[in-house]
Structure formats: structure tokens, C-alpha cells
């Protein structure tokens, strides 16, 4: 009876605090959080806009393609002995790799609106499915904030793998019974595209909105924190984008941006939260899984750069005044750190979280 009557107030004091906090941030600080939101706007238009908002139409009209449909069935047999889901989990898989973060999740709950997957599919795919594009890695971190495109494709291919081996596992871990085998489908109809520009621009306003809200935190933040690793820490979690840009101009090794992209930031879980919602997955699972595969992400990319060592030339030490960090890392220590995130994922599976 205790319990019952202390926690709601503690969770409701800790909102009031933050809310209180962040009306004294923007009455403090009005033109610090005003510049962040401007950078939010800036990389919005220049970024994220034109790379996501053609792939969330795109994966909102193949979701209703009878072609879509055919090719799940014939990716059926080995997406069912890979990841334990019927084939159109492949397929949102490929829509999450090429569209980017929040691409995979909107594809599996249309499916699942559909009827295409179950729920227990859901939440199995919904583990793996969140991915950076190949031209946000590759070309943005890699290109442009590392200056090396090569650094971009390790990171890239480190978060993907990490995306599998965490397929392969939940799959392993968790077989559904209720699996549902994809029907033929009839040809959608002549406003299936009208349909998909909106639900495109809905999912877009939502991206906008959180990218926006974390730009201002960060702004904010910059003011209160100044430069310090407090600050980096938190950027790196917050927003993805300018986390990254902050750790590359640190000289943080690749792990330490792989890690980082594996785990996506806050502002992309709140924008696939909606979808989790929708799909019945916890909130906190998802935190967990995202942490786990941002652990497997260092894991892969410490491996890679044995194979790429120019590739970790670009930055391996931090500037702090007139000392210097310098980042080491091998392979030993990155086994210990996946066997210890397997154990992790058994322990979810004992408590029963994901299903």
C-alpha cells in the first residue's frame, strides 16, 4: 500500500522538476535554445528532409505492392530458418538498410496493420530493424565529418551486422507459434500513392518535431555544460547527427562512432515510439535492445579496423588542453563484451520482456 501511494509521487515530482527545469532553460537561455533550434532547422533542410522523406513515401507504397508480396514469399524459407519470421521481415530489414532509422519501424507496423506479421513477429523484428542508411554513414560521417569514406563503410557494415547477429539471436530465442504465412494480395488501388505522401509527410512532421525539440535541449545544454565530456556524452545519446560531428571533431576512434550509431540517439527511439506503441513492444526492451546492439556495433567495428588499419588513422587521440587520451581497444576485451551481451539477451528472455 506504501509502494502504491510513493511511487506515483515520486514520478510525478521528477516530471515537475523537469518541466520546471526547462521553463528556466528557455527563460535563461532564450538565445542559445533559439540558435539550436536554428541548427535543428539547418540540418532538417539540408539533411534529413531530402535523404528520408523520399524512402518513408517510397516504403509506404511498396508495403501495398502485390510485387513486394511476391517477393516475400520467396524470401519465406530462409527468413524462417535465419530470424524464426515469415519473408516480409527480410523486407523491412532491406527497406531499413537503404531508408534509414526510422524507415524499419513504420514498414513492420504497416505490416502489421496489414495483417502480414504478427505481434510476437513484430517485436522480433522491431529488435533489428533499426538502422543508419548507407548515405548517412558512408557519405556524412564518412565523407564529410571523418574525411574518410572508408571509415563511413566500416561503421556502417558494423552497425549491420550487429543488426543480424541480434536477428539471429532473438529469432533463436524466441520461437513464435503464431507466425502468419503471407496470402496473395490484390493490386492496390489508384490512390495507394496519394496515401503514401501522407503518410510520408505524417511521419515526417514527427521526425521534424523531435529532431527540433532535441536541437533545442542541445543548444541549451551548450550553454549550461560548456565544452566538457558531460556534454559530449549527452549529444552523442540525444541527436545522432550532431552527436557524431561532435565525437569526430574529438577524435573519438570509430567503436566509439559505431556505438554511437548503433544506438541511434533519443531523438530517433521518440520517433519510433509511435510505433512501438502501435505494435505493443515496451519502450524500455527497446532501450535495452538498443543499448545491446550499440555494444555489438563496437564489437564488429574494433574487429574491422584490424583488417582496415589506415582507416583508424584518422583520429585516435582527444585534445584536452594540453593533454592528449589516448583510446586503445582489441579484440579480447570485444569478445568479453559480446558474450557479456548475449547473457544479456538470455536474461531478457528469462524475464519474458520481448513477448
Not at 217 to 236: E, R, T
Not at 297 to 315: I, K, N, R, V
Request: some cysteine; aromatic content about 10%; proline content about 5%.
Amino acid at each position: 500500500m506504501y509502494k502504491k501511494h510513493i511511487f506515483p509521487l515520486i514520478h510525478n515530482g521528477v516530471k515537475i522538476v523537469i518541466i520546471l527545469f526547462c521553463v528556466l532553460a528557455v527563460l535563461i537561455f532564450p538565445k542559445e535554445i533559439s540558435n539550436g533550434v536554428k541548427n535543428g532547422l539547418i540540418l532538417l533542410g539540408e539533411n534529413l528532409i531530402p535523404a528520408l522523406f523520399p524512402f518513408m513515401v517510397l516504403s509506404a507504397y511498396i508495403t501495398a505492392s502485390p510485387a513486394t508480396t511476391a517477393l516475400s514469399k520467396k524470401l519465406n524459407r530462409p527468413s524462417r530458418f535465419l530470424f524464426r519470421t515469415n519473408g516480409v521481415g527480410v523486407v523491412c530489414f532491406l527497406l531499413s538498410v537503404l531508408g534509414g532509422y526510422p524507415i524499419g519501424a513504420k514498414t513492420i507496423c504497416e505490416y502489421y496493420s496489414d495483417k502480414k506479421l504478427s505481434e510476437k513477429e513484430c517485436h522480433k523484428l522491431l529488435c533489428w530493424c533499426t538502422n543508419p542508411s548507407p548515405a548517412f554513414t558512408i557519405t556524412a560521417i564518412g565523407r564529410f565529418m571523418l574525411g574518410n569514406a572508408l571509415c563511413g563503410g566500416i561503421i556502417f557494415f558494423s552497425v549491420i551486422l550487429a543488426s543480424l547477429t541480434m536477428g539471429f539471436l532473438v529469432g533463436r530465442l524466441h520461437k513464435s507459434s503464431d507466425e502468419i504465412h503471407i496470402t496473395s494480395q490484390t493490386p492496390p488501388p489508384e490512390d495507394s500513392f496519394v496515401r503514401a505522401v501522407s503518410s510520408g509527410s505524417k511521419a515526417m512532421l514527427s521526425i521534424c518535431g523531435w529532431v527540433l525539440v532535441f536541437s533545442a535541449l542541445c543548444g541549451g545544454l551548450n550553454a549550461i555544460l560548456k565544452q566538457s565530456y558531460g556534454l559530449l556524452f549527452i549529444k552523442s545519446i540525444a541527436e545522432i547527427t550532431t552527436g557524431l560531428e561532435a565525437l569526430s571533431t574529438e577524435g573519438f576512434p570509430l567503436p566509439v562512432l559505431a556505438a554511437a550509431s548503433g544506438f541511434g540517439g533519443f531523438a530517433v527511439i521518440f520517433q519510433i515510439a509511435p510505433y512501438l506503441e502501435k505494435c505493443k513492444f515496451p519502450l524500455k526492451t527497446f532501450l535495452c535492445i538498443r543499448v545491446i546492439n550499440s555494444a555489438l556495433s563496437a564489437f564488429y567495428c574494433s574487429f574491422l579496423t584490424h583488417f582496415f588499419p589506415l582507416a583508424t588513422q584518422t583520429s585516435q587521440t582527444i585534445s584536452m588542453g594540453t593533454s592528449q587520451i589516448t583510446f586503445s581497444y582489441n579484440t579480447t576485451a570485444s569478445v568479453i563484451l559480446f558474450l557479456t551481451c548475449i547473457l544479456l539477451i538470455l536474461e531478457v528472455d528469462k524475464k519474458r520482456k520481448l513477448c
